[in-house]
């Protein structure tokens, strides 16, 4: 039985979480599937339309 409002994460617990997010800020490369996609695309559109 689940406490509502209670979950444990292994990867904060181990400090994953925030080693990726430190690694995404200074190199300005996301962690993400969905950063990363969303990154790619931009950089695809802007070569495409020059803007």
């Known amino acids: ?3 509502p409002g ?3 994460s292994a990867k904060r617990a ?3 979480t925030q080693a990726k997010q430190q ?3 200074k190199t300005g490369i996301p962690t993400t599937k ?3 996609e969303r ?3 931009k950089i695809i559109i802007k070569s ?3 803007k």
Do not use: C, T, V
Request: aromatic share 14%; proline share 0%.
């Open 34 to 36: 969905a950063g990363l």
């Open 39 to 41: 990154k790619i695309g």
């Open 14 to 16: 181990l400090g994953i």
């Open 1 to 3: 039985m689940k406490i």
């Open 23 to 25: 690694f995404a800020r």
């Open 48 to 50: 495409i339309f020059g």
């Open 6 to 8: 209670l979950s444990f």
